[in-house]
């Protein structure tokens, strides 16, 4: 015989395993009681009550404890938690005097000598590499990769 039952909170457990220890398992319950508060839903409880097989003997010989009860144990849903989102580091790439002159030499080498000074006169404003700002630096170094520097 298998005898399954649903509890809506923890508090029912507990009162349903009272009357059965006390030997009130066959009693009917009574509409006096307090009205049970249901859990909240993440907290919902099913448990499933088996009885074991009872040999058959006088009902005057039989009590409310004689029947074992097996209960099986309590789960709980799992709560399901929202990642947190992390912001991305950024870091803004700063370069050197050194290394745009690196660079410019580069394409100096591959004949781009005029399209450089052209690029400095009509692109910065200035004459020649040590006259560019250093707030423009990372502008010019990206001018750079597009002529084809590698920096």
Request: net charge negative.
């Amino acid at each position: 015989m298998k005898i399954e039952v649903t509890f809506d909170s923890l508090d029912e457990v507990r009162k349903f395993t009272e009357m059965v220890l006390v030997g009130q398992a066959t009693a009917q319950p009574s509409n006096t009681q307090a009205p049970v508060q249901p859990a909240p839903a993440v907290h919902n409880t099913a448990v499933s009550v088996q009885a074991a097989p009872v040999q058959t003997v006088p009902a005057q010989t039989v009590s409310a404890r004689a029947v074992p009860v097996q209960t099986a144990p309590v789960q709980t849903a799992p709560v399901q938690t929202t990642p947190v989102q992390t912001a991305v580091p950024t870091s803004t790439v700063t370069y050197t005097m050194d290394e745009l002159a690196r660079a410019g030499m580069s394409l100096m080498d591959c004949g781009k000598q005029a399209e450089l000074q052209k690029l400095l006169k009509e692109g910065f404003g200035v004459d020649a590499l040590p006259q560019l700002p250093k707030e423009q630096y990372g502008a010019f170094a990206t001018a750079l990769r597009e002529m084809g520097a590698q920096i």
